[in-house]
């Protein structure tokens, strides 16, 4: 039986990213799924370029391997631990990881400083991680997977989509540079912050530059919560998540009402209007565990809660992969119309 090929879409979100290389990682093991492109923003976009050099190294089990390490490497790293050690596990997750009082002054220290005053010297523990990790100019020249890496620029407010061929250790940070955290990320004379601002993930590139039918897009921000934000916190993290998430939900809007406009007309016909009719959507995601974590779990990267949402990670995509592996190449998983009003 013939391989499905799918393309990737990978939001970001901190240290939430560990659940997405939880879904890689099952994702990589079924040997009836080739990935042939991927697009990412912050997290997203690491755990691609990650994913997409351990494959041009040693196949499925390299892409594994380098997605354990680079985890692990964050995970052991102490600039990152921001809060204190809980023994979770998949199930108690969401209830363990809330806000502490070290976190809570992180917070505030962010808002009342900019990153150039309080990290003046611009310390990203990242970079040492990915300098020890990544071959860029391999990843130039022989990744087999397409990459569609996020960023925005600074001057505009406009995306920046980096390619294979554009790829860099600075093109990657900057697609993970949070304005409150770190200095805008020079390239080529344009300063640049993270790419979920302006795409998150970007869907385009994967419509209009792979040839694969189907696009899996893995969430991370809660795709809808049941109740109205009441308090500060609340309402602090849901204007964050929508801000995150907003031009993700646009641009699927988007291709949704095309989509309609196209079936409407019979004369539509040409390569774009077929691209577009064959196109199926699937999401993996964990809206109710996402919905009971905090917006500060974000920085938490105790190994205990890295490897906990892994687990989740590998478990939603096992679950996807047992109810929705026949619709690849078929039809569909993830219902593009609610997005039209």
């Known amino acids: 039986m013939q391989n499905?090929?799918?393309?990737?879409?990978?939001?970001?979100?901190?240290?939430?990213?560990?659940?997405?290389?939880?879904?890689?990682?099952?994702?990589?093991?079924?040997?009836?799924?080739?990935i042939k492109g991927i697009s990412g923003a912050s997290a997203g976009a690491m755990n691609a370029v990650v994913m997409s050099h351990g494959y041009a190294v040693g196949g499925r089990d390299g892409a594994r391997q380098a997605l354990?390490?680079?985890?692990?490497?964050?995970?052991?790293?102490?600039?990152?631990?921001?809060?204190?050690h809980h023994a979770l596990s998949d199930v108690a997750i969401a209830r363990q990881a809330s806000s502490t009082a070290v976190m809570k002054g992180l917070f505030s220290m962010m808002r009342l400083f900019s990153p150039y005053q309080f990290n003046p010297f611009d310390l990203n523990p990242l970079r040492d991680i990915l300098v020890k990790q990544i071959d860029f100019d391999r990843l130039r020249t022989d990744g087999d997977i397409k990459l569609f890496i996020a960023a925005t620029q600074v001057s505009t407010g406009t995306l920046k989509i980096f390619r294979n061929r554009d790829l860099?250790?600075?093109?990657?940070?900057?697609?993970?540079?949070?304005?409150?955290?770190?200095?805008?990320?020079?390239?080529d004379g344009e300063a640049y912050w993270d790419g979920g601002l302006t795409a998150n993930p970007p869907i385009f590139p994967l419509l209009h530059l792979c040839a694969s039918p189907d696009i899996m897009v893995v969430l991370l921000h809660p795709f809808r919560r049941p109740k109205t934000p009441t308090t500060s916190d609340e309402i602090g993290q849901r204007l964050t998540e929508i801000s995150f998430s907003s031009t993700f939900f646009t641009e699927i809007g988007g291709i949704a009402l095309a989509r309609r406009n196209i079936a409407e007309d019979p004369e539509a016909s040409g390569k774009l209007e077929q691209r577009l009719k064959n196109l199926n959507m699937h999401v993996i995601d964990a809206n109710d565990l996402m919905s009971h974590l905090s917006g500060s779990s974000k920085l938490n990267t105790k190994a205990s809660f890295i490897n906990a949402l892994r687990d989740a990670g590998r478990q939603q995509a096992t679950i996807w992969l047992s109810e929705k592996f026949d619709d690849l190449g078929r039809c569909s998983s993830f219902e593009l119309d609610q997005f039209i009003s």
Do not use: Y
């Open 68 to 84: 354990a390490d680079f985890w692990e490497s964050v995970s052991t790293n102490d600039p990152f631990s921001f809060m204190p």
């Open 168 to 187: 860099s250790l600075d093109a990657l940070l900057a697609s993970a540079c949070l304005p409150s955290m770190h200095h805008a990320i020079e390239i």
């Open 4 to 34: 499905k090929t799918v393309t990737l879409a990978l939001q970001g979100g901190g240290s939430h990213g560990a659940f997405t290389w939880g879904v890689l990682d099952r994702l990589l093991e079924d040997t009836r799924i080739d």
